[in-house]
């Protein structure tokens, strides 16, 4: 009877490390947004300094799109824009910019030196926009289907692994529906 | 000192350290201990220190360089920080944490090879070789997962910045202390093994460990406190603890280390309470390495999570399956064979740190239950849940409570068999205190009364407890006083320690009491000029200007309070860094005597004003206080060993420290 007594803290700890172990293999960062399968907030966005045309809600309508939070200070939108140029590049799918409390001028700035991926960028100066959508930090895409609606959100970076493993075959099935 | 010097020597520490575990376990496993191989491994402990410190060294050289070439410092130093936050980015970033974390270790493994040789050799070489196995994981990991010291061509011409809510005084000095006190509790871990594979828990045994497992609780302590501090003036949200994972992961191990600096005293002075001992010093260990799991792996997320890689949480599972679940099955199989020798009552100081025990270890469950639970839920039904400070407050107050309670009245009662009557003659002033107090309370509080009383008076009977166990054993006012200042440099720092750290416990939980019960909040829409009220003051916002740091642009708002004549004025900061694209906030305090005004604002996005939240936080200086005199009760009694059991010694000739070597 002592004997198995004594088995109780192993047999504890037994428990507690499957836990641990199976808790590896998720991502607690990745929290699920209020947002999906909800119609996406309504904005309307000026545009960023140096640029003519801002974003509204409207323009992303009827299709299937991605919206992308970005801006110059975030070291991982770094990491992310080649994977947006190639996409855009290739036509893959309309990417709606939302620039996320940038300092004015350093928006076009960036741009101008890596690159424009974005169909149209709507600029977000104080952040009003980017709470209604519930964003956690930069970078961070919403997939929006057809209908308006938020379908999927990518908390952190896109990268090539990414879109072809996760949201190239999810656009698709959107596109089909 | 080129980068590489420090990886080659941390290189050659982890040869050494896996050829010293070989020579002492082999020894000890067969039996058969060579003495030329055991004294290598007595030694090996502090080449392999010298070592980590010529590696950790060489990392603090390049970060104090800022050499970009070093991957490590390019993410996560800058040339525009200043100097000593240079130096103190060395541990600010996972690796350069885990080399500090191992610098600890095998600083603490050196220690042990050079002051332990008046413990019986067989105990000391195993407990070293386990030591140097927990080395040879951990220098393992960093090598592997983590490596500190990778370069990066082309040089950067400049780095990307520590994270800037690190860029503060107490953040730099939290981590050495909290590690001080988790990777501390490694070598009462190595003890418990070493007991349990030689069969044999005594007396002597748990003088050796003793100061061990104080010394890490004390650190820890300190760790826990200064950390507490940190959140309190940078986080900007009014609180001192918010039962954030991280936090949890701190007090867990401290909670465990309380249990188990109480049960080895069972042990030292009553040879009982063998089993529970071991598996205390286990479990303090355990949930350290848990903590480091959980900073680590990503499983948790917190703002204080480092870098997130699950390979690296892999690792530290593996360390952790291999280190406790290796412990507790040695535990399983062997513990029947430490018995006691001592008898029990249940009205006896050993009887009392029994509740205690039991009593520590249910708050360390909700603890751990409150902490894991969002990972149970997830991993059993995929659902993302977050359990927060009011599962903690409606649970664990109540169980630090009946503690506090038990702890004042433990300390007057005598070990072996406790005369009742006249333990509730000593407990006397400390009831009347604490119902005194308690009517106070009760009349003069504004709101929260019965909570307010129950808990003042609690205070109360905890302090008055420990200051008249003093009093008792000095014979205060009974005697003579050059008979009582005798007395009271006869006392052993043990009990000394146990009074100051009771004490203080008293004193940290006035502050605890105060400032959750009765602290005064207020949120306002304020531009300059603006006046607003908290606590009786008129809190006027007098300007806001921008300004520029060394390496961030600031926005520093200054008030000025006013309370019955009295005037003064504060300023707090908002502190925006570009390089990491990252805010932090000074708040404006300003303490009241023993309390704090304390005013955090935040960003002024509607143009409309500054949203303001002004605190008025009772008693809080008595929170810092209280931790500091509770560490220095933990100095204290570690300073008071070897001489203690004199009369033990006596009795007893086979405790004498200095055995029959074995070889």
Redesign the interface.
Known sequence: MKRLFLLVPLALFVVVGAFLANGLTRDPSNMPSQLIDRPLPEFDLSAIEGMEVGLSSDDIKGQVALLNVFASWCVSCHIEHPTLMALAARNEIPIYGLNWKEKPGDGIAWLNRLGNPYTLIGDDQNGRVAIDLGVTGAPETFVIDKQGRVRFRVAGPITDQYWTDVLAPMIEDLRRS | MTPEIGHFALILAFAIAIAQSLALLGGAVTGNADERFTSFGRRASLIVFGLTLVSFLSLMNAFGHSDFSVINVYENSHSAKPFIYKLTGTWGNHEGSMLLWVLILTLFSGVLAAQGRAAPRELLNLTLGIQSLIIVAFIAFILFTSNPFERLFPTPTDG?GLNPLLQDPGLAIHPPFLYLGYVGFSVPFSFAVAALIRGKADTVWARLMRPWALIAWTFLTIGIMLGSWWAYYELGWGGWWAWDPVENASFMPWLAGTALIHSIRVVERRDAMK?WAV?LA??AF?LSL?GT?LVR?????SVHAFA?D?AR??FI?AI??AA??GA??V??AR??SLTPTGAFAPVSREGALVVNNALVLTACTTVFVGT?Y???I??LSGE?ISVGAPYFNLVFTKIAGITLALAGAGTLLAWKRANLSATIRRLAPAALAAVVTGVIVLVIADRERVTGAIGIALVAWLAVGAISEIAFRIKLFRAPVSDSVKRAKGLPGAAWGAALSHFGLAIFALGAIGISLWKTETVALMTEGDVAEVAGYSVTLTSVERLRGPNYEAERATFSAQKKGEKFSLSGERRYY?I??METSEAAIRAQGLSDLYISFGEN??GRGWPVRLFFNPFVAFLWWGAAVTALGGFVAFADRGRKPAKLRKKNPAAKPIEVATA
């Open positions: 990307t089993g598996l286990i479990t355990s848990v799991f792996s990503g499983v948790i997320t997130v699950p949480g892999v599972l952790l399956v406790v679940g507790l099955t535990f399983a513990a029947n894991f969002p990972l149970f997830d991993v993302k570009p990491r694209g996005t509607s």
